[in-house]
């Protein structure tokens, strides 16, 4: 069956899919993104999602393409036409397209492309499995809070962490402080169980799955504090994981090669990982 994407108005075959050369998402990563996870064919947390995405286009001064109803219309769209139960849905919006120049004309027509993928769905087994991270200086821009698709930075992190076999970079700022991974955010168990995550600033990005497991800690009775700490903390924690709409919640068992704890999974991280794909099956 040939993939279906939506490119400004358009349902066309995924494999011709493309936006115009000028498009000032391709010349200046002038635009935002979300990624939503498919469980059982239901969106997670899409209203999360739409709202961040509503928040990154005031921010960057982006319309919206079409309205906040017709959007979700498209999106259950784009997932029936390439019947995808379990996956993922990525929508992109950029400022639209325009003679080249950094300065834009005020009255663009923002670009809006989507497509969806399938992916096997996780079980508390196979997300159970501990994964290294690498640290890295955090060398991003200073508004890490609008969801744009200027991700150089943490593309460079990223495969320096695949090529010494880890899944993912967790940066480091300048204070030795971690701010969060290249596309998930950073949280430590402390040996008196207490969960730890950095605060919402601009130097990460307010992640949905992030706020779904304080919630769920909140009901399962775990103590969970958010406030920054450090990457020798980090490494001397009892667990370590790391959460996004697509990792879900990821165990760290390693960060640079040196063991966090006992170098398992740890329990409070187990209780997290069942709880979510939980929430995945009946998503509020
Ligand atoms: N931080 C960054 C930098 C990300 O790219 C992502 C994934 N988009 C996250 C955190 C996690 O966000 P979410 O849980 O909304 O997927």
């Known amino acids: 069956m040939p993939r279906i994407a939506y490119v400004n108005g358009r349902y066309t075959p995924h494999i011709g899919a493309g936006v115009h050369i000028e498009d000032r998402g391709f010349q200046f990563a002038d635009g935002v993104y979300e990624v939503i996870s498919i469980c059982n064919g239901q969106f997670i947390d899409i209203e999360l999602h739409l709202d961040r995405l509503d928040r990154s286009l005031f921010e960057l001064e982006i319309p919206w393409p079409t309205t906040r109803r017709a959007f979700s219309v498209i999106l259950r769209e784009v997932v029936q036409r390439n019947r995808v139960k379990n996956g993922s849905v990525y929508l992109q919006v950029t400022r639209g397209s325009s003679d080249r120049d950094f300065a834009y004309p005020e009255n663009l027509s923002p670009s809006l492309i989507i497509y969806a993928r399938k992916t096997l769905r996780d079980t508390v087994e196979t997300a159970s499995v501990g994964y290294k991270v690498i640290s890295k200086p955090d060398i991003r821009w200073k508004r ?22 880890a899944i993912e970079a967790w940066l480091v700022n300048e204070q030795g402080m971690i701010t969060e991974g290249t596309s998930s955010n950073a949280w430590i168990v402390t040996l008196d169980k207490k969960l730890i995550t950095r605060p919402i600033d601009n130097s990460i990005l307010s992640g949905v799955t992030r706020q779904t497991v304080l919630n769920l800690a909140q009901k399962l009775g775990l103590n969970s504090i958010e406030r920054a700490f450090s990457l020798v903390e980090a490494k001397e924690a009892k667990e370590a994981f790391c959460t996004s709409s697509t990792a879900l919640v990821k165990p760290i068992v390693e960060i640079d090669r040196e063991k966090i704890g006992d170098g398992r999974v740890g329990p409070v991280t187990k209780v997290l990982i069942e709880n979510y794909l939980r929430h995945m099956e009946n998503p509020t």
């Open 144 to 165: 890490c809070d609008i969801k744009t698709v200027s991700l150089l930075p943490a593309v460079m992190a990223k495969q320096a962490a695949v090529r010494n076999g």
